[in-house]
T-cell receptor, first 116, second 111 residues
């Protein structure tokens, strides 16, 4: 059991559907992330929300839309996805801070998405 | 651009057979190097953070070390329950809020 909870754990959607992935963190962190994990590829950062600022990977298609209403909740809205978007979507959180040391990122269990 | 390369891609060990996993990296100012363990169908589980060359950290049968160019994850007398994919990631001064991951090493420990 982790401090980052993702729902649903599994989702099958058609290419014309609209769905959302939900993430909640219970660690008191102030930064949240969406990562994508495809078979035999490194984890790929999609979006970061940190201290009310949003940073995004420019290669992420517009059919993925994040929403972060507060520091504990994060959504990933999905619409008109393609079969190649099938992957494990991981939410993560950290305590963003300035300074020289890095900040540890903690992951949820992931949402398995299959686009048919 | 930050880069992380892990080797080997896959490793099979007999129970009790110690070995090491390698993580080579290129970054512009290292803020931290992270090791995670990932079981099939689950999210990565945090193991260690290393901040500077020469640093070492241990947890049960695992020991992580760091130099200016690479990190090693040493596994001493592994057990079947250590079987998992081990991921290495770096955080650099140029990308303070994100991690760059390697492709991982899939470890199988046979009884």
């Amino acid at each position: 059991e982790t401090g980052v909870t993702q729902t649903p754990r599994h989702l099958v959607m058609g290419m014309t559907n609209k769905k959302s992935l939900k993430c909640e963190q219970h660690l008191g962190h102030n930064a949240m992330y969406w990562y994508k994990q495809s078979a035999k590829k490194p984890l790929e950062l999609m979006f970061v929300y940190s201290l009310e600022e949003r940073v995004e990977n420019n290669s992420v298609p517009s059919r993925f839309s994040p929403e972060c209403p507060n520091s504990s909740h994060l959504f990933l809205h999905l619409h008109t996805l393609q079969p190649e978007d099938s992957a494990l979507y991981l939410c993560a959180s950290s305590q963003a801070r300035t300074g020289r040391s890095g900040n540890t990122i903690y992951f949820g269990e992931g949402s398995w998405l299959t686009v048919v | 651009e930050d880069q992380v390369t892990q080797s080997p891609e896959a490793l099979r060990l007999q129970e009790g057979e110690s070995s090491s996993l390698n993580c080579s990296y290129t970054v512009s100012g290292l803020r931290g190097l992270f090791w995670y363990r990932q079981d099939p169908g689950k999210g990565p589980e945090f193991l260690f953070t290393l901040y500077s060359a020469g640093e070492e950290k241990e947890k049960e049968r695992l020991k992580a070390t760091l130099t200016k160019k690479e990190s090693f994850l040493h596994i001493t007398a592994p057990k079947p329950e250590d079987s998992a994919t081990y991921l290495c990631a770096v955080q650099s001064s140029g990308s303070a809020r994100q991690l760059t991951f390697g492709s991982g090493t899939q470890l199988t420990v046979l009884p």
